[in-house]
């Protein structure tokens, strides 16, 4: 839960700042581009946190590897009978 939680604050807190920068100065100017980067760091963390899930929870990692159709089982070699 950590990683997700920093994940969260590390990528919408420069959107965030720059919400606040852009209320406190009023004649605050931005590049375009400045304004989309920032967005694209946002929804890195919308992209990111579902593999997160899969990846690092348990419940979800049973789940998720319950829906694979074509799972195949392997044996230990000891309970193999050797003939």
Known sequence: MMLVSVLFA????????FYLIL????????????FYAILL???LYVCANPFI??????PVKRVLL??????????P???VEMT
């Open 10 to 17: 590390v990528t919408w807190a420069p959107g965030q700042i």
């Open 23 to 34: 209320n406190i100065h009023s004649t605050f100017t931005f590049r375009e581009s400045f």
């Open 41 to 43: 760091i946002a929804y």
């Open 53 to 58: 899930y899969a990846i690092k929870f348990d």
């Open 66 to 75: 319950s829906l694979i159709p074509c799972k195949t089982t392997t044996q």
């Open 77 to 79: 070699l000891d309970s």
